[in-house]
């Protein structure tokens, strides 16, 4: 892993703003995600100052990801129909210039979801999150893993990450105990959260819709991804501060993430 040296790339400071920004905004964010977590994805939207609406039908997805501010595009529960609609929104969104994230959730052995998550990264997103197997079975290297769960490290997929930048146009994060974010050129770790985030349904699902909230505060998609893992690792550890196991972790995390103002993000973010 890189150094604990501050990152040269992104600074607190610029992380402070983006969330600013992102309040004052309140930015409309499209999300295509899966059945088991909608509910949880749009409350942390919600509590972050976005606002979410989870337009997935085909004949409106396309037309509502061009007046969107963003879009999330989740393959956790790809049936035909939402596929269809992903497609619609996908050439929306790049009509329109609408910034999107891409989470290929558990793909390698699942050959639909796979298949599906490669055309779509062919597509043009904004960002591709997801956890090390998942990024690795997209960059053609692994199979995956088991499941959503990742069976390798941020460091294995490190390379992958690079060159999956380099090859889709995206910026990639790679979640793990420190989350990866890359460029393709630049690399920046972000430090900290809490595991109970694995331990709650939707905790990663959630971190994409935060990606494409983030990605409506500025021309740079490196610097709204850094500010999204940040803000997310922050309100993750305070909420387990107080948490007595998964089940009173998950609403003191949406408290968390409304309550965190800018001036905390920039003092408590750990980036390298």
């Known amino acids: 892993m890189e150094s604990m040296a501050p990152s040269r790339f992104v600074t607190p400071g610029e992380l402070a703003d983006a969330l600013g920004a992102l309040r004052a905004s309140s930015p409309l964010v499209q999300c295509l995600t899966n059945t088991v977590v909608t509910n949880f994805t749009a409350n942390v939207l919600l509590a972050v100052g976005g606002s979410p609406a989870m337009v997935d039908v085909p004949g409106e997805a396309g037309d509502f990801a061009a007046v969107a501010a963003s879009l999330l595009v989740n393959l956790g529960t790809p049936n035909t129909e939402q596929a269809a609609a992903m497609r619609e929104a996908v050439t929306g969104a790049g009509a329109a210039s609408t910034p999107w994230v891409l989470d290929p959730v558990a793909i390698g052995s699942l050959r639909v979801r796979t298949a599906l998550a490669r055309e779509l990264a062919a597509a043009g997103p904004s960002v591709i999150r997801g956890n090390a197997s998942e990024i690795l079975a997209l960059?053609?290297?692994?199979?995956?893993?088991?499941?959503?769960?990742?069976?390798?490290?941020?460091?294995?997929?490190?390379?992958?990450?690079r060159e999956l930048a380099r090859s889709s146009g995206a910026v990639v994060a790679v979640s793990g105990e420190a989350d990866l974010v890359t460029d393709g050129v630049r690399i920046v770790y972000v430090h900290g959260g809490s595991a109970l985030l694995t331990r709650i349904t939707g905790g990663g699902c959630a971190l994409g819709a935060v990606c494409a909230a983030f990605l409506s505060t500025g021309p740079d998609p490196l610097v709204a991804t850094v500010a999204a893992h940040a803000f997310y690792s922050a309100a993750a550890e305070r909420a387990a501060e107080h948490a007595a196991g998964p089940g009173t972790f998950a609403p003191l995390f949406l408290d968390a993430l409304a309550a965190i103002s800018p001036a905390e993000l920039r003092a408590a973010a750990v980036l390298s």
Do not use: C, L
């Not at 893993?145 to 294995?156: C, F, I, L, Q, Y």
């Open 139 to 161: 960059a053609g290297v692994s199979g995956g893993g088991r499941g959503v769960e990742s069976t390798d490290s941020v460091a294995a997929a490190a390379d992958a990450a």
